[in-house]
């Protein structure tokens, strides 16, 4: 019988109004399993940090994608975050024979595709996947808030906060925010 590779595939960073949006891909060793798993959202970012180098050192194959903000406002951030997650699972050293993606939109893949609404609270590879995005994009955000200080990027990582939104009217709209969002449009007219 063939081995399965089952990869769990999640984004982070759909809503915010800076930065990429973020997707990962990663497919565990059912005979290494990581214990503490669960829905990055529902984990502090401390158990988060903790958990990332565990899961890159004992899955199958991990990979990040993602979409730029230019990218985003071009194709729009369901789009986006579809090739995001195409690109994550195209990256994967071991191609998957199977994808669980969280929510209800499925990219367009080489492998069977099954979504699952709440996947990062039901699938262990999903939530990993989560995990991975999330520490990867919060890291990024951490980076750009030096670049662009005054937006509180490392605090709220680019989520319309009521800061975020006032700091986009008086300081203006930088390259590393998403054009085609209704706050920022707002800002640059």
Not at 137 to 162: C, F, I, N, S, W
Request: glycine share 8%; charged share 25%.
């Amino acid at each position: 019988m063939a081995t399965e590779y089952i990869a769990g595939v999640d984004e982070v960073g759909r809503g915010p109004l800076a930065g990429p949006v973020v997707t990962g891909a990663v497919i565990l060793d059912p005979n290494n399993p990581i214990e503490g798993l669960a829905d990055s959202k529902k984990l502090s970012e401390k158990r988060r940090e903790q958990l990332e180098p565990i899961i890159k050192a004992n899955a199958l194959a991990w990979s990040l994608g993602r979409c730029e903000p230019a990218e985003i406002d071009e194709i729009n951030i369901l789009q986006a975050t579809l090739l995001a997650m195409k690109r994550a699972v195209e990256g994967l050293e071991i191609t998957p024979t199977h994808a669980l993606v969280d929510g209800n939109k499925a990219p367009d893949l080489a492998c069977p595709v099954t979504t699952i609404i709440k996947g990062d609270q039901k699938e262990q590879c999903i939530a990993a996947a989560s995990i991975l995005a999330k520490v990867a994009r919060d890291r990024e955000m951490v980076k750009m808030d030096k670049q662009y200080p005054g937006y509180g990027l490392a605090k709220h990582k680019g989520y319309p906060t009521k800061q975020h939104q006032q700091a986009l009217m008086d300081l203006g709209v930088t390259e590393i925010h998403r054009k085609s969002f209704k706050p920022v449009k707002m800002a640059l007219s």
